[in-house]
């Protein structure tokens, strides 16, 4: 399966119920795999007409989706930038796609060729991003009106590519201050859209008048598509305002470049006509992902439901209240039964530990969940990647507290280091799945067995 099932039963270790609850979390990365999303998409939906059609790949699951654009589509030329690279080599051909022809056309007279592959930092955007914007910009001046433009976009695209009107070392402060105070993702990336060219519907301005299909993996809350890689195909409905309101919302004012403010750019609007030529078009979310965990816990034998569907605010708050629930729910649910929960909370750092989001979530529950029999909270981010780590989150039970006391830890110390890294990792008790090829936010699940 999909984020692969042993990964998940291996993280899980000695736990009893470790294959139930893989065979859940799988099934909910397996349902947003990013390429099978997209040849589902291209299946069901036949391509305009077009010269030649060109890709496009941003975001951490932009080698799969590019992949599988180019088992189905035959291509003039691509770029790639991504977090992980992994070696591409696809099929490039110069016919044209006619509406009855969008399955595998490539199969007969087409050359394979290697795909420029860009490597962008993340989270903070770095010089390989400064590269990167260029090369995007220099890929979009070939394309005419007559051709096709095929984007296919996931989460970490606002870092791994930028051109902004500031220097970097600007973007860079601004962005770790942001990233510090505990700003929403969807206020980062609107600060961003309004500092970058190729942000909020820039990059669809490069495109010299072709048609664009944007497919994409939405990460954010609510599947805003101006917030999605900051919505580089999307038109933009904050404004400049908008932006300096977020700044004084974190008092960032005296904590960044002095650059910043005067070089805000109001972006392009819903209604403008470049956008008359553009479609995007979300082909995997987080729901989708909640879903297809709902329908795999409930063949397991699982009383479902789904708690929220928009998790946002402070982690360590979110993970208290997740696990209240989960406490009361002990009272008025017949056992057994799973809460799932789907969203991106933040972190405002107070320490000097590691960690990340999921794993701060789970750290927070462990006092609530103490001494509770048969009880599990799991918090995973679907990218494989929590934080600076190397795990994708970790999962709590009611002996977590109890068998990390008698190692001289508690949870209340870590927490107010933001050090959930190690809490887990001398427990064995960080869910560990590598990269996983697709993003769509965070996903909570709690099991009462």
């Known amino acids: 399966m999909f984020a692969p099932y042993q990964l998940l039963v291996r993280s899980l270790h000695a736990h009893p119920q470790a294959k139930i609850v893989a065979w859940v979390l799988a ?31 941003l975001g951490k699951a932009a080698c799969a989706m590019m992949q599988a654009l180019a088992d189905e589509v035959p291509l003039a030329d691509s770029l790639v930038i991504t977090k992980h690279a ?54 979009l001046s070939q394309l005419t009106q ?58 669809a301005s490069f495109a010299n008048g072709a048609r664009v299909l ?44 002095a650059s910043i403010i005067p070089a805000f750019k109001e972006t392009l609007k819903p209604g403008n006509p470049i956008f008359e030529r553009i479609q995007n078009t979300v082909i995997a979310s987080n729901s989708i992902a909640l879903h297809a965990a709902q329908v795999q816990a409930e063949l397991q034998g699982f009383q479902v439901k789904i708690i929220n569907t928009g998790l946002q605010g402070e982690a360590r708050l979110i993970g208290k209240e997740i696990a209240s629930q989960l406490k009361e729910s002990l009272q008025i649910i017949g056992r057994p039964f799973c809460l799932l929960a789907g969203g991106e909370t933040t972190v405002t750092l107070r320490g000097a530990g590691r960690g990340g989001r999921n794993q701060e979530l789970a750290l927070a529950a462990v006092d609530v969940l103490s001494g509770l029999k ?73 099991f009462a067995f």
């Open 146 to 203: 007559d051709d096709l433009l095929i984007c296919s976009i996931s989460g970490g695209g606002s870092a791994l590519m930028t051109a902004p009107r500031v220097p970097l070392e600007d973007l860079q402060m601004l962005t770790s201050a942001l990233l510090a105070c505990g700003a929403r993702i969807d206020e980062i990336n609107t600060m961003r859209r309004h500092l970058d060219e190729l942000k909020g519907g820039g990059l």
């Open 27 to 57: 099934s909910a990365f397996e349902a947003v795999e990013a390429g099978a999303a997209v040849k589902q998409y291209l299946r069901d939906h036949p391509l305009p007409l077009r010269r030649k059609i060109f890709a496009f790949g």
């Open 214 to 257: 944007t497919l994409l993996l939405s990460d954010v809350v609510g599947d805003s598509l101006e917030a999605i890689a900051s919505g580089p195909t999307a038109p933009d409905p904050t404004t400049h305002a908008d932006a300096l309101s977020i700044i004084e919302k974190y008092k960032l004012k005296d904590k960044m470049p």
């Open 86 to 139: 992994s070696n591409l080599t696809l099929r490039h051909g110069f016919d044209t796609v006619s509406e009855s022809r969008t399955v595998n056309p490539a199969a007969q007279g087409a050359a394979f060729g290697p795909v420029p592959i860009i490597e962008g930092d993340h989270p903070v955007p770095g010089e390989a991003s400064l590269q990167a914007g260029t090369a995007a910009i220099k890929f």
């Open 374 to 446: 048969d009880v599990m909270l799991i918090s995973i981010a679907t990218d494989g990647e929590d934080g600076p780590t190397d795990a994708a989150g970790a999962f709590v039970t009611g002996e977590t507290a109890q068998r990390a006391e008698s190692l001289g830890m508690f949870a209340a110390g870590y927490l107010s280091a933001n050090d959930a890294y190690s809490y887990f990792d001398a427990l064995g008790d960080l869910v560990r799945t590598g990269p996983s090829g697709t993003n769509v936010n965070d996903l909570v699940i709690c």
